[in-house]
């Protein structure tokens, strides 16, 4: 059994930081190594014990694992234990802790206990470094966040476009799905590079022309679920506004048509906001820009999508 240990002090309240360590489903938004985060049950009716599905980022790879979580608000201590376990590992568990030092400051710990599969040293290695390189990222952003306690809701930002169609859903995803098709069909979308590790599993990398025309380099992670009509993602190297982006674009049918609707869940990097548009910009000129850039492209996509599949079949 290897066993390690992580603290970091946090100029916040303790209250603050456990918030931003228990939510769920933020942790995409929060933890740069995770990619998404799905609710399975809950394992009590207080809701205190709850049971997730996770997929994550280990050595630029996508792993999943399925875990227990118990939360003791009292003690600001969460417990976690993998059962469906991430790959070489043979067991995987620890506790995240918050120690108050004051009113406006505490101690964060996350401690970790794992074993490798089959006693492999390198596996242990590997297991090793990717808990210590994810936990001190993950701790250094959790501090960043909750350190801006008081404008966070000024720094993030979450909106939706959807429209209607009376195509077939299955082409709408599929044309979601082929992103590689998109630089032929999206004006702002100039290179896509796609990597496909495993079937359902996109590395995409883009060049993106911005809406003063400047081009940018974007990278995410796209999890691929086509039965139940989703597809989310996560920005491994988000826009130059943006400290962290997250997202999903969803096909739901109903009797009397299909509705898409794309989610977009986003930081904002302030201290890019001057460098990107300019002197005397402001948080609230970012927010705008950002909401209308991508609200645009959304639409631009979602509307694309409604042609593609309706064309595709005689619409009565």
Not at 28 to 34: E, K, Q
Not at 58 to 81: H, M
Not at 139 to 151: D, P
Not at 234 to 252: D, I, M
Request: aromatic share 6%; charged share 25%; with cysteine.
């Amino acid at each position: 059994m290897r066993r390690l240990s992580h603290a970091i002090d946090v100029d916040a309240p303790a209250g603050i930081v456990y918030a931003l360590i228990v939510s769920a489903e933020h942790r995409p938004l929060y933890f740069p190594s995770s990619v998404y985060v799905e609710r399975l049950d809950f394992l009590d009716f207080a809701g205190a014990s709850e049971r997730l599905r996770v997929w994550a980022l280990a050595d630029g790879e996508v792993t999943s694992w399925t875990s227990d979580r118990v939360q003791d608000s009292a003690r600001r201590s969460l417990s976690f234990r993998q059962d469906r376990l991430m790959e070489r590992a043979a067991s995987m568990g620890g506790t995240f802790s918050v120690q108050p030092l004051g009113p406006e400051r505490c101690r964060l710990t996350v401690d970790h206990a794992f074993t490798s599969r089959g006693d492999s040293p390198e596996s242990m290695a590997w297991l090793e470094r990717n808990v210590v390189a994810t936990t001190r990222s993950d701790l250094k952003n959790l501090r960043f966040l909750a350190e801006q306690w008081t404008r966070i809701d000024e720094l993030t930002l979450s909106f939706e476009e959807s429209v209607r169609t009376r195509g077939p859903a299955e082409l709408v995803h599929g044309f979601l799905y082929d992103v590689e098709s998109w630089p032929g069909r999206l004006p702002h979308v100039r290179r896509i590079e796609l990597d496909e590790p495993q079937v359902g599993v996109q590395m995409v990398s883009m060049t993106l022309a911005a809406a003063d025309g400047t081009l940018q380099d974007v990278s995410s992670v796209r999890l691929c679920f086509p039965h139940a009509g989703r597809i989310v993602y996560k920005e491994t190297k988000p826009r130059r506004l943006l400290a962290a982006h997250c997202g999903e674009w969803s096909v739901v049918s109903d009797g009397n048509g299909v509705t898409v609707t794309s989610q977009h869940h986003v930081v904002l990097r302030e201290n890019a906001i001057e460098h990107v548009l300019g002197p005397g910009a402001t948080l609230q000129d970012a927010r705008s820009r950002v909401r209308a850039e991508l609200g645009e492209e959304s639409l631009r996509m979602l509307h694309l999508a409604r042609q593609y599949a309706e064309s595709a079949v005689r619409v009565l």
